[in-house]
């Protein structure tokens, strides 16, 4: 474990999120059977796993995407399982996605602000009877999304419409994006995918500065040097079961690790 992850890692409470026994099919195909887990509050959890493995799927299952088959979720405590993506939100839950997809024509201060839970400017009849209340809150969230663009080194692009961004820049306001409507946890799909390394070591500051705010994230990732200098904690799943957990480097040694990637387990 890295030593930014020891002097960092996780207090022993409550789990924020846990998923108990849940087994997804698509048909004939299991791509999750029968997995548990849980993610502590103020860790950063790895997700591994060769090609195929279901992490994906696990994330779409946590985030309210599609629903299992079986099994429960829990957020913080409340079961969420049969809920709407909307209302786990809501909740605390935020998702980034491996390919970013903000609104290109909007400056990215607008793409972050659309983010922002419970505006009354959402409601028709608000706008109408208290305007001032609206461009107020309109206000407060435009300085929000402006400290978080400063929080993920992109102010100087903040008045740039969303499509002047690089694939890694976009990763960045997707981050942004999401502490918006204040997450308690995060599900970050593969952050380094197709970012360049001077940009990577700018993510890797950046998700490690939020989680030292409190945020608790759970991470897909195959740069096995990102989860080895982020994660306190690492998952391991192959054809749709988890196979390990524990240390980046525990489970870097643990052969049936070894086997599942080199044996092309999925
Ligand atoms: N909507 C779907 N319909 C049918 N099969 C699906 C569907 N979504 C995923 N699968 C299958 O479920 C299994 C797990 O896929 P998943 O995308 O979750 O893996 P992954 O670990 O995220 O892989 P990768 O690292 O390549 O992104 C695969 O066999 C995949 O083909």
Same mark, same amino acid.
């Given at each position: ?187 970050? #799909?593969?952050?380094?995918? @197709?970012?360049?390394?001077? +940009?990577? /070591?700018?993510? !890797? *500051?950046? =998700?490690? #500065?939020?989680?030292?705010? @409190?945020?608790?994230?759970? +991470?897909? /990732?195959?740069? !096995? *040097?990102? =989860? ?12 749709? /079961? ?25």
């Amino acid at each position: 474990m890295s030593e930014t992850a020891r002097q960092h890692g996780p207090q022993t409470h409550a789990p924020v999120l846990a998923a108990t026994n849940i087994t997804r099919r698509f048909g004939g195909l299991v791509a999750i059977n029968n997995v548990s887990f849980e993610v502590r509050p103020g860790e950063i959890l790895g997700l591994i796993g060769p090609n195929g493995a279901g992490k994906t799927t696990m994330f779409d299952l946590l985030a309210g995407s599609i629903l299992p088959t079986s099994g429960e979720i829990r957020l913080n405590g409340a079961l969420v399982s049969g809920e709407a993506a909307h209302l786990r939100i809501g909740r605390g839950l935020g998702r980034t996605f491996q390919i970013p997809r903000p609104l290109p024509n909007l400056t990215l201060i607008e793409n972050v602000m659309l983010a922002a839970q419970g505006q009354s400017g959402e409601r028709l009849l608000a706008n109408f009877l208290t305007p001032w209340r609206v461009a107020a809150e309109e206000k407060v969230a435009a300085k929000k999304a402006a400290d978080l663009l400063e929080l993920v080194s992109l102010t100087r692009l903040a008045h740039e419409p969303a499509r002047v961004l690089s694939g890694g820049q976009r990763k960045l306001l997707e981050l942004a994006r999401v502490m918006m409507a204040d997450p308690a946890i995060i599900l970050l #799909d593969e952050p380094a995918a @197709g970012v360049n390394a001077t +940009l990577l /070591e700018v993510i !890797i *500051d950046r =998700v490690r #500065d939020i989680n030292r705010s @409190g945020i608790t994230f759970l +991470l897909i /990732e195959h740069n !096995i *040097d990102m =989860v080895t200098r982020l994660c306190h904690r690492v998952l391991v799943m192959a054809s749709g /079961e988890l196979l390990c957990e524990g240390t980046a480097d525990e489970v870097a040694r643990d052969p049936r690790v070894i086997e599942a990637y080199l044996g092309g387990a999925a």
